[in-house]
């Protein structure tokens, strides 16, 4: 099927919808085309789409290049878990000359597609909402800007075991200064209580 | 670990703890407790004259008790750093006439019995948490007879009897008769894998440890004879099923079946009871020596960091990475990181890899030596505020002030604020926007998702760090629950306004969820504690306005919590159920006059 990509002439605000399949995590369970018409329909939605995967390198690039050329001023991806990429959209955000926080996700993954596998219309209703309740969060979202910060270059490392030894010594050869903090009178930690080590049969320490 | 004491780059605080971690991702400020060691690490040459003087005898901790020590000693040769250490607690005290024969024999003087604890103050940019593990007590598995018979030892024990640096200068003997024993027998998965005792978990290095110590001891005695009880062999790691197919060769006898019952004979050997599940008999075996191959547990400081860090833990009570597989090494915390045993059960070699990541994921944020933090972080518009300093007493960051005049506005540094919106939430003057997160934001959301079918709908209100992760991760579970639930995430339910949940019944909503991290869990210090009043507020009034209050509810939901949340979202639509149609249109009635009596 062709996908499904709907042009509203006039709205006030232009908002960006794009309703990721997911390959079939999402799509086998949510109607997605149907999903993407309906948020066609929404106040102040410019263009909606459903898109195979909006992640991947063409969903990306489908997403910026729609930005672009129709100025979209806010996108809602409803895709999976802005937990997992969230940073991924506002990045292809701030490439495409939008700020990142114009930005919104709904979670169609986590937390329909996949927890209401049996039940294809209920879950396809479901994400209708979470879009429409993502595209009436973006119409009121503002540009923010990050705050530039010094840091410090140093690390703690809590623990003198082997994680903590090694982890050290790699921050130290790479020029960083290290605080090693060891509850015990000496570090080595478990590690130098064992005999032979598997699986090359040496010593711990 | 000599290269650790040795480098320029790194600063060695041992006998430390850390006591207090204050600020955030890029400015950590760390407060670490340095006990007395009550000898010069500078000036102590290890010589050992010392510990030669001194009348106190103790069991050696690093030989587990099976050698000694005295009061003032290495914890073992190769230590870093080297100098003695002295037990003030086990020291007979520097009163001559009591001891102090340390002190003299101690020619260069390096013994100073009024040295004192130390407050160290480091500000560092990222943090690594490597606390390893508690190795798992067997005292509880009463029917392996650890703490009864002599000749049964923990698989750590053993490891120490049979170094070449321990107690017996690497040669096997029995405790009971300190002569070789003919015969050794393995128990595996002890305090492992079990729903009963122990952890239902695999420690994930016991097989591997145990197949080496056979070979160290068919290497040495050929004729031993070792019999290993086991569930399953998990020898999935590079070059270990190699390890266990030589161990067969060397005639290691390999039985399925975990022995239900060990008793000793009179000669102090074990006779151990176990049903061969492979043959489906009940066997008997008589053993010079057992050996328990003990599982690992989180390390006792876990909880303490937990709250200090406010980090999450996973069910089985180790450090709760950000991603289990895109991000296993972070915490969800920003500038801390995961090495070794604190994340989950490792063997070494694991434990090198996910140290090393570690290191990267650390310079990769700190290399360019600024960063940026997220503008989410809350304003106050002075046109509204009162300067009544709710919000100066609330913030979990001392992240606003009060201005110095009376009547001039709170004020917020965006640099200290985590962004968590408790102050938005609980501001009696609606002055305070949480960027991102902002009033409008939010109704805008619930007024949406009842547009159509209010009466049918469940929203829930649930918090990025914990609760929001808990449905992700029931989805990453496919676990499966109501579809009418309307998830709204913030960032901490300290966020969630009385405004919100009014708004929602107002709008038709039957039920209100909010849900956040466990009490102590709070990735934001403590701001649920504010959600926990609220909510208690919120549900007085309710009572008052004669709306059933057990419509709000309040759950604290973990990350690592997908059953719970599935489970609570069952329990929502069953309240959910219990109301209707009616009650609904009644509150939303009593809400609107409500509306109109404060409008008046």
């Known amino acids: ?205 | 670990m000599t290269d650790v004491g040795r480098h320029p780059r790194i600063k060695l605080y041992t006998l430390s703890e850390i006591v207090d971690v204050k600020g955030y991702v890029g400015n950590f400020d760390i407060k670490i407790l340095k006990k007395a060691r009550y000898v010069s690490e500078e000036e102590c040459t290890a010589c050992g004259d010392c510990a030669v003087a001194c009348p106190v005898v103790r069991p050696d901790e690093f030989n587990l008790g099976l050698s000694s020590r005295k009061a003032i000693f290495t914890p073992f040769p190769q230590a870093v750093p080297s100098a003695y250490v002295l037990n003030v607690n086990e020291c007979l005290g520097h009163n001559p006439v009591v001891c102090a024969k340390c002190l003299e024999a101690c020619e260069k003087g390096c013994i100073n019995f009024h040295m004192s604890d130390d407050e160290i103050k480091e500000r560092v940019g990222s943090i690594i948490v490597a606390t390893g593990l508690e190795p798992y007590d067997p005292t509880e598995l009463d029917e392996y007879g650890y703490t009864r018979f002599e000749n049964v030892l923990t698989s750590l024990e053993f490891e120490r009897l049979v170094n070449a640096g321990g107690p017996t200068k690497g040669k096997l003997i029995r405790p009971t008769d300190r002569r070789l024993p003919k015969s050794v027998g393995f128990i595996q998965c002890v305090g492992s894998r079990s729903a009963r005792k122990g952890s239902k978990y695999c420690s994930n290095t016991c097989c591997m440890n145990t197949i080496k110590s056979t070979l160290v001891l068919k290497e040495h005695y050929p004729d031993i004879d070792i019999k290993v009880f086991y569930i399953d062999i998990r020898a999935f790691g590079k070059g270990f099923e190699d390890l266990f197919m030589r161990s067969r060769r060397l005639g290691v006898h390999y039985l399925r079946g975990l022995p239900g019952n060990v008793e000793e004979l009179p000669d102090h050997s074990m006779r151990v009871a176990v049903e061969n599940t492979v043959t489906g008999r009940l066997e008997f075996f008589d053993l010079e020596m057992l050996v328990l191959a003990i599982g690992m547990k989180p390390a006792k400081s876990t909880r303490r960091l937990q709250e200090m860090l406010g980090l999450q833990l996973s069910p089985d009570g180790f450090f709760l990475e950000a991603h289990p597989k895109l991000q296993p090494v972070d915490a969800a915390s920003r500038g801390i990181f995961y090495a070794g045993c604190a994340e989950s059960p490792k063997d070494i070699k694991e434990s090198v890899t996910q140290a090393s990541a570690a290191a990267v994921r650390a310079i990769r944020l700190m290399h360019k030596g600024e960063i940026y933090t997220e503008p989410i972080t809350s304003e106050i518009d002075p046109e509204k505020c009162n300067a009544c300093g709710k919000c100066v007493e609330i913030c979990p960051y001392n992240a606003i002030t009060k201005g110095i005049r009376k009547k001039t506005p709170c004020v917020v540094n965006t640099a200290a604020c985590a962004g968590c919106g408790t102050c938005a939430a609980e501001c009696p003057y609606d002055a305070i926007v949480m960027n991102h997160f902002t009033d409008d934001q939010i109704n805008n959301q619930i007024d949406s998702m009842f547009e159509e079918s209010s009466q049918e709908k469940i929203l829930v209100f649930a918090c990025n760090w914990c609760s929001y992760a808990g449905a992700d991760y029931a989805g990453v579970s496919r676990l499966q629950y109501p579809s009418n639930v309307r998830i709204i995430r913030t960032m901490c339910s300290g966020r969630v306004d009385e405004k919100f949940i009014f708004n929602g019944f107002l709008n038709g909503a039957p039920v209100v969820l909010v849900s956040g991290c466990h009490m102590g869990d709070c990735h934001y210090i403590d701001a649920n504690r504010w959600t926990e009043k609220r909510v208690k507020k919120i549900r007085k009034k309710m009572e008052k306005l004669e709306i059933r209050p057990e419509r709000l509810q309040l759950e604290w939901i973990s990350a690592a919590e997908g059953s719970r949340f599935a489970e609570i979202m069952g329990r929502m639509e069953k309240l959910r159920q219990s109301v209707s149609i009616q009650e609904i249109s009644e509150t939303i009635e009593i809400l609107k006059n409500q509306g109109k009596m404060t409008q008046n």
Not at chain 1, 27 to 47: G, H, M, W, Y
Not at chain 1, 82 to 111: K, W
Request: hydrophobic residues 35%; aromatic residues 4%.
């Open chain 1, 1 to 205: 099927m062709e996908p499904v990509t709907s042009i509203n002439t006039k709205p006030q605000m232009r908002i960006g919808v794009y309703v990721c399949h997911c390959g079939s995590n999402i799509a086998q369970t949510v109607n997605c085309p149907k999903v993407s018409e309906t948020a066609s329909r929404l106040e102040d939605v410019f263009i909606s789409k459903d898109i195979a995967y909006a992640c991947s390198e063409p969903g990306q690039q489908e997403i910026r290049q729609d930005i672009q050329e129709h100025g979209l001023e806010r996108i809602v991806v409803a895709s999976c878990s802005p937990r997992l990429h969230e940073p991924t959209f506002r990045q292809m955000m701030q490439s495409a000359g939008l700020n990142p926080y114009l930005l919104e996700m709904a979670n169609l993954r986590e937390q329909c597609s996949w927890v209401h596998l049996n039940e294809p219309d209920a879950a396809t209703q479901k994400a209708e909402d979470l879009v429409k309740m993502a595209v009436s969060r973006a119409r009121l979202l503002q540009p923010l800007k990050e705050e530039k910060l010094p840091l410090t270059k140093r690390t703690l490392v809590i623990g003198g075991g082997i994680a903590g030894i090694q982890t050290s010594l790699d921050l130290a050869d790479n020029g960083y200064d290290v605080v090693l903090v060891e509850k015990n009178a000496s570090i080595g930690g478990t590690m130098a209580q064992l005999d032979k080590t598997f699986p090359t049969m040496d010593c711990s320490i």
